[in-house]
Protein backbone atom coordinates (compact mmCIF):
# COMPACT_ATOMS: atom_id res chain seq x y z
CA UNK A 1 0.00 0.00 0.00
CA UNK A 2 3.10 2.37 0.96
CA UNK A 3 4.78 2.14 -2.36
CA UNK A 4 1.16 2.04 -3.97
CA UNK A 5 1.33 5.56 -2.34
CA UNK A 6 4.35 6.49 -3.63
CA UNK A 7 3.96 5.84 -7.54
CA UNK A 8 0.86 7.81 -7.46
CA UNK A 9 1.93 10.52 -5.42
CA UNK A 10 5.13 10.82 -8.19
CA UNK A 11 2.65 10.39 -10.78
CA UNK A 12 0.57 13.56 -9.70
CA UNK A 13 3.91 15.31 -9.14
CA UNK A 14 4.53 14.67 -12.89
CA UNK A 15 1.10 15.60 -13.93
CA UNK A 16 1.24 18.97 -11.60
CA UNK A 17 4.38 19.92 -13.27
CA UNK A 18 3.34 19.06 -16.74
CA UNK A 19 0.34 21.17 -16.04
CA UNK A 20 2.65 24.23 -14.67
CA UNK A 21 4.74 23.98 -17.79
CA UNK A 22 2.04 24.11 -20.17
CA UNK A 23 0.62 26.85 -18.00
CA UNK A 24 3.86 28.92 -18.91
CA UNK A 25 3.98 27.92 -22.48
CA UNK A 26 0.22 29.63 -22.74
CA UNK A 27 1.44 32.46 -20.85
CA UNK A 28 4.21 33.21 -23.63
CA UNK A 29 2.14 32.26 -26.55
CA UNK A 30 -0.63 34.82 -24.76
CA UNK A 31 2.35 37.66 -24.67
CA UNK A 32 3.88 37.11 -28.05
CA UNK A 33 0.02 37.70 -28.99
CA UNK A 34 -0.46 40.77 -27.39
CA UNK A 35 3.04 42.06 -28.51
CA UNK A 36 1.92 41.17 -31.99
CA UNK A 37 -1.04 43.11 -32.16
CA UNK A 38 0.44 45.96 -30.47
CA UNK A 39 3.15 45.77 -32.97
CA UNK A 40 0.35 45.80 -35.82
CA UNK A 41 -2.00 48.43 -34.14
CA UNK A 42 1.30 50.74 -34.29
CA UNK A 43 1.88 50.39 -37.83
CA UNK A 44 -1.55 51.26 -38.22
CA UNK A 45 -1.19 54.39 -36.89
CA UNK A 46 2.57 55.24 -37.78
CA UNK A 47 3.61 56.69 -40.81
CA UNK A 48 6.07 54.30 -42.64
CA UNK A 49 8.52 56.99 -43.32
CA UNK A 50 8.94 59.35 -40.47
CA UNK A 51 7.81 57.26 -37.70
CA UNK A 52 4.97 59.75 -36.58
CA UNK A 53 1.37 59.36 -36.41
CA UNK A 54 -0.41 58.87 -39.49
CA UNK A 55 -3.01 61.12 -41.12
CA UNK A 56 -6.36 58.26 -39.88
CA UNK A 57 -4.52 58.22 -36.03
CA UNK A 58 -4.68 61.86 -35.59
CA UNK A 59 -8.24 61.95 -37.03
CA UNK A 60 -8.85 59.53 -33.68
CA UNK A 61 -6.79 61.32 -31.30
CA UNK A 62 -8.58 64.62 -32.85
CA UNK A 63 -12.17 62.63 -32.08
CA UNK A 64 -11.07 62.10 -29.22
CA UNK A 65 -10.36 65.48 -27.89
CA UNK A 66 -13.76 66.43 -29.29
CA UNK A 67 -15.43 64.10 -26.84
CA UNK A 68 -13.85 65.00 -23.76
CA UNK A 69 -14.02 68.24 -21.71
CA UNK A 70 -11.20 70.01 -22.47
CA UNK A 71 -11.61 73.45 -22.21
CA UNK A 72 -7.82 74.60 -23.68
CA UNK A 73 -6.42 73.33 -26.49
CA UNK A 74 -4.49 73.86 -29.78
CA UNK A 75 -2.68 72.85 -32.63
CA UNK A 76 -0.37 73.80 -35.10
CA UNK A 77 0.49 72.93 -39.00
CA UNK A 78 3.28 72.76 -40.60
CA UNK A 79 4.57 72.69 -44.00
CA UNK A 80 8.24 72.59 -45.00
CA UNK A 81 8.56 75.10 -47.34
CA UNK A 82 9.68 74.91 -51.05
CA UNK A 83 9.75 71.21 -50.55
CA UNK A 84 9.46 70.21 -53.80
CA UNK A 85 12.38 72.05 -54.99
CA UNK A 86 14.18 69.73 -52.68
CA UNK A 87 12.94 66.65 -54.58
CA UNK A 88 13.51 68.26 -57.85
CA UNK A 89 17.19 69.27 -57.45
CA UNK A 90 18.46 67.09 -54.90
CA UNK A 91 16.54 64.22 -55.47
CA UNK A 92 13.64 62.19 -53.53
CA UNK A 93 15.83 60.30 -51.37
CA UNK A 94 17.14 63.34 -49.96
CA UNK A 95 13.43 64.97 -49.62
CA UNK A 96 12.73 61.68 -47.64
CA UNK A 97 16.14 61.89 -45.49
CA UNK A 98 14.63 65.82 -44.89
CA UNK A 99 11.23 64.37 -43.85
CA UNK A 100 12.68 62.03 -41.52
CA UNK A 101 14.79 64.73 -40.12
CA UNK A 102 12.63 67.11 -40.08
CA UNK A 103 9.97 65.09 -37.91
CA UNK A 104 13.04 64.56 -35.27
CA UNK A 105 13.75 68.20 -35.00
CA UNK A 106 9.73 68.53 -34.40
CA UNK A 107 9.56 66.29 -32.14
CA UNK A 108 12.85 67.10 -30.22
CA UNK A 109 10.88 70.52 -28.89
CA UNK A 110 7.37 69.37 -27.82
CA UNK A 111 6.51 67.39 -24.70
CA UNK A 112 5.79 64.21 -24.14
CA UNK A 113 1.99 64.45 -23.91
CA UNK A 114 1.84 66.04 -27.24
CA UNK A 115 0.66 64.66 -30.45
CA UNK A 116 3.00 64.87 -33.68
CA UNK A 117 1.65 63.24 -36.99
CA UNK A 118 2.62 63.48 -40.73
CA UNK A 119 -0.36 64.90 -42.59
CA UNK A 120 0.77 64.09 -45.68
CA UNK A 121 3.60 64.96 -48.10
CA UNK A 122 5.64 67.69 -46.30
CA UNK A 123 2.98 68.66 -44.05
CA UNK A 124 2.97 67.83 -40.40
CA UNK A 125 0.51 68.58 -37.61
CA UNK A 126 0.54 68.54 -33.82
CA UNK A 127 -2.02 68.61 -31.33
CA UNK A 128 -0.93 70.45 -27.85
CA UNK A 129 -4.34 69.25 -25.67
CA UNK A 130 -4.22 71.76 -22.35
CA UNK A 131 -2.14 74.39 -24.33
CA UNK A 132 -3.72 77.81 -25.29
CA UNK A 133 -2.69 78.51 -29.16
CA UNK A 134 -0.46 81.65 -27.69
CA UNK A 135 1.67 78.80 -25.83
CA UNK A 136 1.75 76.58 -29.11
CA UNK A 137 2.98 79.34 -31.12
CA UNK A 138 5.76 79.75 -28.61
CA UNK A 139 6.60 76.27 -29.17
CA UNK A 140 6.34 76.20 -32.36
CA UNK A 141 8.53 79.40 -32.96
CA UNK A 142 11.42 76.97 -31.13
CA UNK A 143 10.72 74.19 -33.84
CA UNK A 144 10.77 77.23 -36.45
CA UNK A 145 14.30 78.29 -35.56
CA UNK A 146 15.73 74.80 -35.03
CA UNK A 147 14.69 73.36 -38.47
CA UNK A 148 16.15 77.06 -39.96
CA UNK A 149 19.51 76.70 -38.23
CA UNK A 150 19.88 72.71 -38.75
CA UNK A 151 21.94 71.18 -41.50
CA UNK A 152 19.84 68.42 -43.20
CA UNK A 153 21.57 65.55 -44.43
CA UNK A 154 20.62 64.98 -48.04
CA UNK A 155 20.91 68.91 -48.12
CA UNK A 156 24.24 70.50 -49.30
CA UNK A 157 26.17 72.70 -46.78
CA UNK A 158 24.59 76.10 -45.80
CA UNK A 159 21.01 75.05 -47.65
CA UNK A 160 18.30 76.11 -44.99
CA UNK A 161 15.24 74.01 -44.64
CA UNK A 162 12.66 76.28 -43.41
CA UNK A 163 9.21 75.53 -42.24
CA UNK A 164 5.82 77.46 -41.97
CA UNK A 165 3.75 77.33 -39.05
CA UNK A 166 -0.22 77.87 -38.90
CA UNK A 167 -2.00 77.82 -35.16
CA UNK A 168 -5.02 77.52 -34.07
CA UNK A 169 -6.89 76.27 -31.23
CA UNK A 170 -10.48 76.58 -28.62
CA UNK A 171 -12.86 77.35 -28.91
CA UNK A 172 -13.74 76.86 -32.41
CA UNK A 173 -17.65 76.13 -32.63
CA UNK A 174 -17.34 73.23 -34.68
CA UNK A 175 -14.33 71.21 -32.59
CA UNK A 176 -11.48 70.33 -33.85
CA UNK A 177 -12.40 69.90 -37.50
CA UNK A 178 -12.67 73.44 -37.51
CA UNK A 179 -9.34 73.84 -35.59
CA UNK A 180 -7.67 72.51 -38.08
CA UNK A 181 -9.18 74.54 -41.23
CA UNK A 182 -8.12 77.48 -38.90
CA UNK A 183 -4.76 76.42 -38.43
CA UNK A 184 -4.55 76.24 -42.37
CA UNK A 185 -5.31 79.11 -42.94
CA UNK A 186 -2.82 80.98 -40.92
CA UNK A 187 -0.37 78.70 -42.63
CA UNK A 188 -1.52 80.18 -45.63
CA UNK A 189 -0.72 83.56 -44.10
CA UNK A 190 2.61 82.79 -42.93
CA UNK A 191 3.42 81.55 -46.45
CA UNK A 192 1.92 84.37 -48.21
CA UNK A 193 4.02 86.85 -45.80
CA UNK A 194 7.31 85.27 -46.89
CA UNK A 195 7.61 81.97 -45.70
CA UNK A 196 9.43 80.85 -42.41
CA UNK A 197 7.34 82.22 -39.64
CA UNK A 198 4.48 81.45 -37.46
CA UNK A 199 1.27 82.66 -37.64
CA UNK A 200 -1.94 82.26 -34.78
CA UNK A 201 -5.34 82.35 -36.77
CA UNK A 202 -7.44 85.46 -36.05
CA UNK A 203 -10.89 85.61 -37.25
CA UNK A 204 -10.28 89.44 -38.18
CA UNK A 205 -6.72 89.81 -39.64
CA UNK A 206 -4.95 92.47 -40.11
CA UNK A 207 -5.53 94.35 -43.76
CA UNK A 208 -3.02 96.10 -45.76
Given at each position: MRERNAVVLRRLQ?????SAAKRELLEQRRQML?????????LADSDVLTGCLNQR?????????????????SLAMLDLDEFKQVNDRFGHL???QVLQQAAQHI????????TLARYGGEEFVVLAPGLAPERLAERMEAVRLR???AQLDGLPDGYAQTVSIGVAGQPPLNGSQQALLQA?????????????RVCVWDAEPERD
Open positions: ELYAEEQAAEQMRLALRCRMAELDQSDAAVWAGDASCLEGWMLAQDAALYRAKASGRN
